[in-house]
């Protein structure tokens, strides 16, 4: 079967929607529509501060189906996607050591969720499409842990080779570990995938009022990191869904494409702009030294690098891949620094 992948590039937003949701003091109700007249942290307020930690519970949870969905696409870019094992023409299984090596299971995020399901707010269609989700979720983890130990060192001390388990006993238990992930996946996705795009759904309520909120307040810096990312969000879950749809490295289909990257190169110019001004500047608290701007500046200008090469490459039906990860990997950077920094 072909596994369709999960939007989960979105997550990386909601992960900032949430920042972004507690410094505003817009409170999500239960319809995921918001409202700015109160801020959690005014003192005249005559309503209570907007508890965050159910709504944070299930953006962890979010961040470990996009861990464990990360890890699936890995596998079945290495052995084959169908229920006997055999590793795909010119795969090493050792190629997913770095993928699995160091996964200690997620168990965690599911329990913490669970317990912050009956806390208020309520969000009813997030609370009922958690109670399915929890047994796959549980699977697709013991999964996952199954074959991360089959990646531990059996053997091997100062001086000697490592060898891991699953090269001492030559693959034996591979077809056992493939068979249950396999077993594994489709629940998962069946009911991972509703649960992430209600919380997509929820997040993304908010989205436009925030934004307006920020170009009312002339938060420029704020406003343009917030329209680049978003575009670039778009940009990266429009490749992958035709990557994943692909049985290789497919050339892009570069009509959505090409409108989405106009759209970014407006935000990536105002945003610069904004960047150069002193007085911009000066309105970001999380600035203190000269070194923090400069990383967020060099980090823009990884992700245009990246996101040009991508573009040029891809209409040159190139491979694109290394301007791909790079494009990716810069987001999340941008997106951490943002958090740290800007949503204050």
Request: net charge negative; with cysteine; hydrophobic share 35%.
């Amino acid at each position: 079967m072909k596994h369709r992948p999960i939007p989960l590039l979105v997550v990386l937003l909601l992960s900032l929607a949430f920042m972004l949701a507690g410094c505003s003091g817009d409170s999500v109700s239960q319809d995921g529509s918001t409202d700015s007249s109160e801020s959690p942290s005014d003192s005249t307020s005559s309503e209570e501060p907007v508890d965050y930690e159910k709504y944070n519970s299930y953006i962890d949870l979010m961040n470990g189906i996009s861990e464990m969905d990360g890890m699936v696409i890995n596998y079945f870019s290495v052995v084959k996607d169908q229920p006997e094992f055999e590793l795909l023409d010119g795969m090493d299984y050792s190629m997913l050591e770095d993928t699995f090596q160091y996964f200690g299971g997620r168990r965690n995020l599911m329990w913490d969720a669970i317990e912050a399901s009956d806390k208020e707010p309520d969000y009813p269609e997030q609370d009922e499409l958690l109670e399915p989700l929890k047994e796959p979720f549980f699977n697709m983890d013991d999964a996952l842990i199954a074959i991360a130990e089959y990646f531990e060192s059996s053997s091997g001390g100062y001086g000697q080779d490592e060898v891991f388990r699953f090269e001492e006993d030559n693959m034996a238990q591979a077809q056992e570990l493939h068979t249950q992930l396999y077993n594994a996946v489709e629940p998962f996705y069946e009911t991972a995938t509703p649960f992430v795009e209600s919380m997509n759904e929820l997040a993304m309520a908010s989205e436009q009022e925030e934004l307006d909120r920020l170009q009312a307040d002339g938060l420029n810096i704020a406003y343009y990191s917030r329209v680049l990312i978003n575009v670039c969000t778009e940009i990266n879950t429009d490749i992958l869904e035709q990557v994943m749809m692909s049985e290789s490295l497919s050339a892009l289909d570069m009509t959505n494409l090409e409108t989405l990257y106009a759209q970014y190169q407006d935000a990536h110019s105002k945003l610069t702009e904004a960047m150069a001004d002193p007085a911009e500047v000066e309105k970001i608290p999380g600035w203190l030294v000269e070194p923090e701007i400069e990383s967020y500046s060099n980090v823009i200008t990884d992700i245009d690098t990246a996101l040009n090469g991508l573009m040029e490459t891809s209409r040159n039906q190139g491979d694109y891949t290394q301007y791909y990860l790079d494009f990716a990997d810069s987001v999340s950077i941008l997106i951490d620094l943002y958090n740290r920094d800007i949503a204050l």
